[in-house]
């Protein structure tokens, strides 16, 4: 199970810190992929980090404001990924879902809303 909580309203220029709480697999097995989707266009790719955390990988649109992390805690209660989504735009609105794939099968959580306005 992957539940994400994190979202809200940011003014541009803001930051927020998304947190994906992993539970029901072993979390420091799995890479872990964040994505986010606007209304009317297509789920976006943003960030993904390695099952140990020691290598990460961001979509242009959001390098060098993004940060992916994770802490494997493997008491499967407090295994996290994080987003922390720095200089936040407009544009940055979505609903944003972390996902992991566990024997060529994607687990979604149920998404959590950041809206970027003034």
């Known amino acids: 199970q992957l539940v994400e909580s994190g979202g809200g309203l940011v003014q541009p220029g803001g930051s927020l810190r998304l947190s994906c709480a992993a539970s029901?697999?072993?979390?420091?097995?799995?890479?872990m992929v964040w994505f986010r989707q606007a209304p009317g266009k297509e789920r976006e790719g943003l960030s993904c980090?390695?099952?140990?955390?020691?290598?990460?990988?961001?979509?242009?649109s959001v390098k060098g404001r993004f940060t992916i992390s994770r802490v494997n805690a493997k008491d499967n209660r407090n295994d996290t990924a994080y987003l922390q989504m720095n200089t936040l735009k407009p544009e940055d609105t979505a609903v944003y879902y972390c996902?992991?794939?566990?024997?060529?099968?994607?687990?979604w959580g149920q998404g959590t809303q950041v809206t970027v306005s003034s």
């Open positions: 996902k992991v794939t566990i024997w060529g099968y994607d687990y």
């Open positions: 029901g697999f072993t979390f420091e097995y799995y890479p």
């Open positions: 980090i390695t099952s140990t955390g020691s290598a990460t990988d961001y979509a242009d």
